[in-house]
């Protein structure tokens, strides 16, 4: 039985509107949830929280982007450490 990783793999094999609804859904839900959250245990106004939720949700998506950018495969010129250049 084949280990499954997550959504990536299934994720990769779909049309782009299907990975932008995905991300807009998880953008949503995460605004979301931190806004409430903030609301309701903060105890801050519904525009401090919005404004919060809107910091989550950029941080978060900004973090998995640039977790992409870091694991993407190296290529031809990528590896440093080389005999012919060692520094």
Partial sequence: MAKRRGLGP?????PLWV???VLLVYALAVAGLAAVCFHWVGGKSWDASVSFALTVV???LGGAC???IIRRKA????HVWTRK???
Wanted: zero cysteines; proline letters at 5%.
């Fill in 10 to 14: 299934w994720l990769r094999e779909r």
């Fill in 19 to 21: 990975r932008l609804l």
């Fill in 58 to 60: 950029m941080s978060s």
């Fill in 75 to 78: 290529g031809r010129g990528d």
């Fill in 85 to 87: 250049n060692p520094l």
């Fill in 66 to 68: 640039g977790g992409v």
